[in-house]
């Protein structure tokens, strides 16, 4: 894993657990929404597949309990 992606872990948290708690502001969680409406690229960035998020492959909280 590259470590530069590792500075954004503490605010990626924070945006869970404001989720989990019911917490997170509601402009902000509609940025995060899986079923938001998306602009059309603008060439910003650009990828050579474009996949159709299927949110039944999603986690859900059973896939958080602790295995070990």
């Known amino acids: 894993m590259r470590t530069d992606v590792l500075q ?3 605010i990626i948290g ?3 657990t404001d989720t989990m708690e ?3 502001d ?3 969680a509609a940025r995060f929404a899986v079923d938001r409406e ?3 690229p603008n ?3 650009v990828s050579d597949m ?3 998020l299927n949110i039944d492959e999603l ?3 059973e896939d958080m309990i602790p295995t070990f």
């Open 8 to 10: 954004f872990l503490p």
């Open 14 to 16: 924070k945006l869970v």
């Open 22 to 24: 019911d917490k997170l």
């Open 26 to 28: 509601p402009q902000l």
């Open 38 to 40: 998306v602009k059309p």
């Open 43 to 45: 060439g910003e960035r």
């Open 50 to 52: 474009v996949l159709e």
């Open 59 to 61: 986690c859900g909280p």
